[in-house]
């Protein structure tokens, strides 16, 4: 193994890579222009505080997985792990609440966090997001998800599943979040020891927990919907009304709170409903975060947004576009030969498969049997059709049925009539 390689959860793009990413980012502007939103670009280390603060101490981005550091002059500085608190530091350090509203912002770039890597989940990779700041309206929201809704339509995205749910605010999370409690405390021993933490902290945090034997406590938890108070579940009637006018299919999710702590209202993530989709994870997700401002120092202002993690639609791409090319290479029949007589021979019936129009590949330049029937395999062909010296000689094709490994033979001349019965 080379002594010297990337740290762990960290990538190298390629020219293939920065493709994608390029296409990604011209679609993203296309949308932006389109929607009013221009581009920011906030410094990649930022004060650890407005993390700690923002995205919130009893999140398990900042508990455990932040690229903290003291700089030689004292300052505590983190790999942003999001980029949403550097943007709302921006709204208001650049004076942006003097701007009409909403001021709509949008971004591409890195994001570090210490996670344990696995599929679709690395510790540096890049966020596509889209801010809106300065409106409360729900068409705010509606529009956030539209966005990415478009923008992962537009990349060959067919089945996309958009959950969306509201977690209240202010006036009616007090009250959910101490019915939780209680329901917890009730199960406290089934639950895993961060849970049992989380609880302490903060208990919508234990409605983010993967741990089996906590998904299962978590099944019959009292649900935020049932204690929205009048404002916020007037605001999500409207959010789902207008989901529906654009014919954005989506699913509510009582359950989906999101790993950060600033969202008050909706919230949402959209996944792909594919086996390869589901292992990847959420390939946008988002929300309103109408006290975050105020939180980092700002004028009190709504706001809302989401992002999208650019590796994750990129694998996804990569894995439609492989699935692609094995359906290009599929044939119905596959030619071997084995032999100079047998080389022409195959030549000929070779120009009858594509006259006859039958979807044909070929090995003609190849001279191991095995090998051919290798690739006949790789190409998925439902027969292959062998020449050996005798068959040769012969002026006979055995036809081998790919699935079993039945052989039949028949002369040369009927082979066309024959498959042709057959396919
Ligand atoms: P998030 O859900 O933590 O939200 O991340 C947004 C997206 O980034 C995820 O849906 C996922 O596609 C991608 N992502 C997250 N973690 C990883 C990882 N370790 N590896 C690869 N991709 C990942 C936020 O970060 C919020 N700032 C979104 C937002 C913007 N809310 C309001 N405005």
């Not at 204690?227 to 654009?246: A, I, M, R, T, V």
């Not at 999710?253 to 086996?275: A, H, K, Q, S």
């Not at 706001?303 to 791409?317: K, Q, T, Y």
Request: glycine share 8%; net charge positive; hydrophobic share 35%.
């Amino acid at each position: 193994m080379l002594k010297y390689q990337t740290p762990t959860g960290m990538h190298d793009l390629f020219q293939k890579d920065l493709e994608q990413v390029a296409k990604i980012e011209q679609l993203a502007k296309k949308m932006a222009d389109f929607y009013g939103f221009e581009k920011i670009e906030t410094p990649i280390l930022e004060f650890s505080e407005i993390f700690e603060k923002g995205t919130g101490g009893s999140t398990d981005i900042v508990e455990k997985e932040m690229y903290s550091l003291k700089t030689k002059g004292g300052d505590l500085l983190t790999l942003r792990p999001e980029i949403t608190p550097g943007v709302v530091r921006a709204y208001s350090q650049a004076g942006m609440q003097n701007l009409p509203k909403p001021v709509r912002l949008w971004y591409l770039g890195p994001c570090f966090r210490h996670e344990r890597p696995q599929a679709g989940r690395y510790r540096q990779f890049n966020q596509l997001g889209f801010e809106s700041l300065g409106t409360p309206h729900p068409i705010i929201d509606t529009i956030t998800i539209l966005i990415f809704y478009n923008l992962l339509k537009s990349l060959g995205f067919k089945k996309l599943i958009v959950e969306v749910s509201c977690i209240g605010d202010g006036q009616c999370r007090g009250a959910f979040k101490k019915a939780l409690t209680n329901y917890f405390r009730s199960k406290v021993s089934s639950l895993c020891a961060d849970c049992r933490n989380r609880l302490k902290r903060n208990p919508l945090r234990v409605l983010d927990c993967k741990e089996e034997k906590c998904c299962v406590v978590k099944k019959n938890a009292p649900q935020v919907l049932d204690y929205l108070c009048k404002d916020c579940s007037d605001h999500f009637k409207s959010l789902l009304e207008f989901l529906e006018e654009l014919e954005i299919p989506y699913s509510i999710n009582p359950y989906l709170v999101r790993g950060l702590d600033y969202y008050t209202r909706t919230v949402f993530e959209i996944i792909e409903d594919t086996e390869e989709g589901k292992v990847q994870g959420s390939l946008a997700g988002g929300g309103r975060y109408d006290g975050l401002v105020k939180l980092l120092g700002g004028k009190d202002t709504p706001a809302c947004g989401g992002a999208m993690g650019v590796e994750r639609v990129i694998n996804l791409i990569k894995a439609k576009n492989k699935q692609a090319e094995k359906e290009k290479q599929t044939c119905e029949v596959y030619l071997t030969q084995v032999g100079e007589l047998a080389k022409k021979k195959a030549l000929k019936l070779f120009e009858q498969l594509r006259q006859a129009n039958i979807k044909a590949g070929e090995g003609l330049h190849k001279e191991s049997l095995s090998a051919q029937l290798g690739a006949a395999d790789a190409m998925k062909a439902k027969y292959s059709l062998i020449i050996g010296q005798k068959e040769a000689l012969s002026n006979q094709v055995i036809i081998r049925e790919m699935k079993n490994g039945r052989q039949k033979v028949v002369d040369i001349d009927k082979v066309i009539k024959e498959l042709k019965n057959k396919i």
